[in-house]
């Protein structure tokens, strides 16, 4: 079959004092890190959507990237991208994709009609995937883009549309079954409100709630035993979208008892958008028991939108993954680049030098963030910080046996509080970059 990025080599891991275009400088597959291949360890995805449908528009401009790889027709340009998508994974060395319904396959007439499409094109990847031993990551339904769905899915004001919706969702779970899945993410796309003026909250909540166990029960039914996420959001495309961040996301699921079922998909872009960093909203989902899986991305600071870029910063890398390796590690989730280059990085070429940067960044950030955990002089301050409470006291209050007259008396003794110790933020920030950079 003739390559359809026929200037792209099978991209080599080179070492860091390469000045090669395209190769690896961190990232090495096949490196054992914290007794894994770094390959295992990351679980690198690629974004279908981002990498193999969209071409740059905005609404300032149409596509600026061909991605018609030789062809217009719908099903044709479908088995295109299949070939695109299992060409960069080769070429790439990532074992994973993600994708929406109607990414990998067009929509038709009819929702048997978009099925249909499904069936015949999860076919050819299923072929792919055994030829290749490539895997699918996670899928989930599109139920934001066609105009049906201008009020939300499952929490739209219209019965029709929820089940429309319910319909999709219920074909996306049997593909994403058949593609091997092990992921199955519901970001809330349109569900959110404009105004509180024409929505009722509650009421559009309890739907999501319901619509989210028939979900979980039809995948059981069929012998699923992967992961649900939800994927927080707290703005765009409604003003305000219901799975705001991850401290909401976990109150929901467990109002609606649906946290035993589900953990959380962290997309770094959103954090911020939240007015959180990312390393916030991981450890949110760590401490709470939901940590799930990643949409490596990062926003920029100076704009208020989700622009999706390739993950390059160092300091937001490592501290993920620091968090990842206190989560211990991915069970089920990796790292998926929920990524776009430029609208001005219009060439095929710039999705190379794109993952290859995101990669790299990631690898660096797993070294680095195994490399703070060594050297431990930030995880021994915060220890030291905390060990008032190992003594007996402490040890009391933490087991729910002390009261607050007992700690008053306590208190009246003390007069006031004696010593406090700095929490020395300047210092651990110095070690941070020394272990980065050194
Ligand atoms: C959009 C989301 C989306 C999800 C999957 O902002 O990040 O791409 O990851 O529906
Ligand atoms: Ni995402
Ligand atoms: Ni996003």
Redesign the pocket.
């Known amino acids: 079959m003739s390559e359809l990025f026929p200037n792209i080599k099978k991209i080599k891991y080179e070492g860091p004092k390469s000045k090669s275009k395209m190769a690896f400088r961190y990232y090495n597959p096949d490196e054992v890190v914290l007794g894994k291949k770094m390959s295992e360890y990351m679980k690198f995805a690629i974004s279908y959507w981002h990498t193999l449908s969209a071409s740059g528009a905005d609404m300032f401009g149409v596509g600026t990237a061909d991605k018609t790889f030789g062809t217009t027709e719908d099903m044709q340009l479908a088995y295109k991208k299949v070939d695109a998508c299992f060409e960069m994974m080769d070429k790439l060395s990532i074992d994973y994709f993600c994708f929406h319904d109607r990414d990998i396959a067009p929509e038709g007439d009819t929702l048997e009609e978009s099925n249909k499409n499904l069936d015949e094109i999860s076919d050819y990847i299923v072929k792919k995937q055994k030829e290749s031993g490539k895997k699918c990551l996670w899928g989930t339904a599109n139920c934001f883009s066609n105009p049906r769905y201008m009020h939300g899915a499952g929490t739209a004001p219209n019965l029709d549309v929820f089940v429309f919706a319910a319909g999709q969702i219920k074909k996306n779970i049997d593909i994403s079954l058949k593609l091997g899945a092990r992921g199955l993410v519901f970001?809330g796309g349109r569900e959110g409100y404009e105004t509180l003026l024409n929505t009722e909250m509650g009421f559009e909540l309890d739907n999501l709630a319901m619509l989210l166990h028939m979900a979980v029960d039809y995948a059981h039914s069929k012998g699923y035993d992967g992961d649900f996420y939800i994927?927080p959001?707290p703005k765009e495309p409604t003003k305000h979208q219901y799975d705001f961040d991850c401290a909401t996301v976990i109150a929901f699921l467990k109002k609606y008892e649906l946290d035993k079922d589900f953990k959380l998909?962290v997309?770094a872009n959103?954090a911020t958008l939240a007015g959180h960093t990312f390393q916030h909203e991981l450890r949110v989902a760590r401490e709470n028991g939901f940590f799930g899986s990643i949409?490596a991305?990062q926003g920029d600071m100076l704009l208020g939108w989700d622009t999706d870029q390739f993950p390059t910063n160092l300091y937001d890398a490592a501290l993920c993954m620091y968090e990842v390796i206190k989560a211990g590690g991915f069970v089920n989730g990796g790292l998926?680049f929920?990524a776009k280059t430029r609208r001005s990085s219009f060439e095929l070429d710039d999705l190379f030098y794109a993952y290859i940067a995101g990669m790299d960044a990631f690898a660096q950030g797993l070294k680095a963030a195994i490399a703070i955990t060594d050297d431990g002089r930030i995880e021994d301050f915060v220890a030291e910080r905390y060990s008032s409470w190992n003594g007996e006291l402490g040890t009391k209050i933490r087991a729910g046996k002390a009261s607050l007259p007992e700690l008053s008396a306590l208190a009246l003794a003390m007069g006031d509080v004696e010593t406090n110790i700095s929490g020395r933020q300047e210092y651990l920030e110095n070690i941070l970059n020394q272990i980065l950079f050194s």
Request: hydrophobic share 10%; net charge negative; glycine share 0%.
């Open positions: 970001w994927e959001k998909n997309e959103h949409d991305n998926n929920d």
